[in-house]
């Protein structure tokens, strides 16, 4: 895949060090890496001219701003890396805050060297306001806890011990909360949306709500019906590894990429 790289490029700094040893990464892997200077561009135009003539599929750029905002409006995905004065410097001042808001909401992924760069682009671009509102009414909920990120082992850990799963999500792609949940062989309570109904058929691999009555009303016979708790594990541990199998998702994937290889190829 031929991908175009933006970055800061003058010598001897951390920036261009990071570059070329990010380039060298992707050309091991047998993309060809297009490594442009970000200074040397004013505009996303000339970045559309570049990406034309040099035939680019994606695009990187290291410096959320001064790379970062060179990447948006065009047809080709990108993903960012974080600079460091981006994030320590350039979110301080309101209007490249701003643009690189934008960014990160185009951006197909994002890339932090520690786990503070992490946090402080969080606390930039997550909204703390609602975040706080949050936290506040867990407070006053009775036996309700908010739970922070944990490593995978330790979550899946926790959910073998409950009762069920519930995905209350107004939107949904595909949930891999539900199908991890299968998988464990714990039951799903999932509210009846197209995303979670496309994974979950109602009394075969779960439960499907459509308000906070039927939830209950649901949960409650979840508790008092074993028999229809057995069917609802055993059928949805059947669908996921059938339907969702690790390698199947792999053997996709590899096959999808050599469809793009060839395509560049052409």
């Known amino acids: 895949m031929r991908l175009l790289f933006l970055a800061v490029l003058r010598p001897h700094t951390g920036n261009a060090v990071t570059a070329q040893r990010v380039r060298a990464h992707l050309e091991a892997a047998g993309h060809v890496c297009v490594l442009k200077d970000a200074f040397d561009f004013e505009s996303p135009s000339e970045i559309a001219n570049l990406i034309l003539a040099e035939n680019c599929e994606a695009a990187l750029a290291l410096h959320l701003y001064r790379g970062g905002r060179l990447l948006q409006g065009h047809q080709i995905p990108f993903g960012i890396i974080f600079g460091g004065t981006d994030v320590n410097e350039d979110a301080n001042q ?52 908010l739970i922070g990120e944990m490593p995978q082992e330790d979550l899946h850990a926790v959910v073998k011990n409950c009762f069920a799963v519930v995905n209350s999500s107004v939107s949904e792609g595909m949930s891999a909360a539900i199908l991890e949940a299968m998988d464990l062989e714990v039951p799903v309570l999932a509210r009846n949306i197209p995303g979670n109904a496309a994974v979950v058929k109602h009394e075969v691999t779960g439960l499907l709500f ?54 560049a190829e052409d």
Not at 120 to 145: H, I, L, N, S, Y
Not at 230 to 257: C, F, M
Request: aromatic share 8%.
């Open 94 to 145: 309101e209007e490249k805050n701003t643009v690189m808001g934008r960014v990160l909401e185009e951006a197909r992924f994002a890339v932090a060297f520690t786990e503070s760069m992490k946090e402080m682009a969080q606390a930039q671009w997550v909204d703390p306001v609602f975040t706080r509102e949050v936290k506040a009414k867990v407070r006053r909920a009775a036996g309700v806890r």
């Open 210 to 263: 459509s308000s906070p009555q039927e939830f209950v009303h649901l949960a409650k016979r979840l508790l008092s019906e074993p028999a229809l708790e057995k069917e609802i594990v055993v059928n949805g541990r059947e669908y996921v590894r059938t339907y969702h199998s690790w390698q199947a998702e792999r053997d996709a994937y590899q096959q999808l990429i050599r469809k793009l290889e060839g395509s």
